[in-house]
């Protein structure tokens, strides 16, 4: 019996033993959030827990007066379905998808967001005048692509709330 070549094989069958056991225990999920960066999230968990969880959609106002918005795009909606921003200040837009890849655009602008599972989208936007802008996907996603819209109403900044949760999803409080 040649002994290096044992202790090759025996310590090449511990390692290839160690990764699914890592794995079943998830004590590498720290390194793997780490490898994967900030901008990952899982897509089958959105509801559950974390950043996109029902409550934290929609529009949240900042201290300096800016706003951040997080949406979640799935077949064939954007939720919420509809999001209040104050006019003439920076949106931070924050966007992931629960299953395919979409695309998020507002009409009369230039803005276009790619959507993808597993990821964070993030982008700047700024809507200069008071209205409404039809959100609509413009990438293939499926049987039901041609009806995924939904909208964004500007409002004067003055009048912009302090939204409460159960606000931000609903243009109809304007
Ligand atoms: Cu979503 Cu097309």
């Known amino acids: 019996m040649n002994w290096r ?3 090759t094989f025996l310590l090449t069958a511990l390692v290839l033993c160690l990764i699914p056991a890592t794995r ?3 004590i ?42 997080r949406m979640i795009a799935q ?29 998020l655009t507002f009409n009369g602008t230039e803005y276009a967001v790619k ?12 809507f200069p005048r008071v209205g409404e802008y039809k959100t609509v996907c413009r990438e293939f996603c499926g049987a039901g692509h041609y009806a995924m819209r ?3 109403k500007v409002v004067p900044p003055e009048q912009f709330p302090a939204l409460h949760p159960d606000e931000r999803g609903n243009c109809e409080a304007q």
Not at 30 to 42: A, E, T
Not at 47 to 64: K, P
Not at 115 to 126: D, H, N
């Open 24 to 26: 079943y225990y998830q």
């Open 28 to 69: 590498d999920l720290p390194l793997l959030r780490f490898l994967r960066g900030s901008n990952h999230v899982d897509p089958l968990s959105l509801h559950l827990a974390g950043e996109f969880v029902e409550n934290n959609l929609g529009t949240e106002q900042r201290a300096d007066g800016s706003v951040t918005v």
């Open 5 to 7: 070549k044992l202790r």
């Open 150 to 152: 939904s909208e964004v």
């Open 75 to 103: 077949q064939y909606l954007f939720i919420p379905h509809c999001i209040l921003v104050p006019a003439g200040v920076p949106v931070h837009l924050r966007i992931t998808s629960a299953d395919a890849v979409h695309a």
């Open 115 to 126: 959507v993808l599972p597993g990821t964070i989208s993030e982008a700047q936007l700024q």
